[in-house]
């Protein structure tokens, strides 16, 4: 592991800046920082499932601070849903939607980060076991999803 290999991924301080510039919660700028690089360690050390996790932990948490940005607590998580929910309550799921909905991110990048939510949980074995049609979370799986991290935070 070199500067060139976090380079190559994208880890580079670009994607720090951009963080600094469009997340304004001071503590979350820098929990961010620490999961991109855990998440580009878990990529070079060939641990997919802990980057998928932290893919979907990263895009939790920028959808989480442009909401909030928002000054949205509550807002209606799909469209035929009868009532507002809390967004501190929300899964990974309704979170794109609500931030697709304002126009956070456009309706590309919400298709391409519907692929992370599906492995957001798999941090709970017995969710992993349930899934049976996950047999093994391959390198190019963890790849896509660290392509789409990076996407929205650029995106945002």
Request: with cysteine; hydrophobic share 35%.
């Amino acid at each position: 592991m070199n500067l060139e290999t976090l380079d190559k991924l994208g880890l580079n301080e670009e994607i720090f800046q951009k963080i600094d510039s469009s997340i304004s919660d001071k503590d979350l700028k820098e929990i961010l920082k620490r999961d991109l690089k855990e998440n580009a360690l878990s990529l070079i050390t060939n641990s997919f499932k802990a980057s998928l996790i932290l893919s979907g932990s990263i895009v939790e948490s920028c959808m989480l601070s442009k909401i909030y940005d928002l000054g949205i607590t509550k807002y209606k998580p799909s469209a035929t849903a009868k009532k507002d929910k809390k967004v501190t309550d929300m899964t990974l799921s309704e979170l794109l939607y609500v931030v697709e909905q304002n126009k956070i991110i456009n309706t590309q990048t919400y298709h391409f980060s519907q692929a992370i939510r599906d492995y957001r949980n798999l941090v709970h074995s017995a969710a992993e076991v349930k899934k049976g049609k996950i047999k093994k979370i391959t390198e190019s799986d963890a790849e896509l999803a660290w392509g789409i991290t990076k996407k929205i935070i650029y995106d945002i």
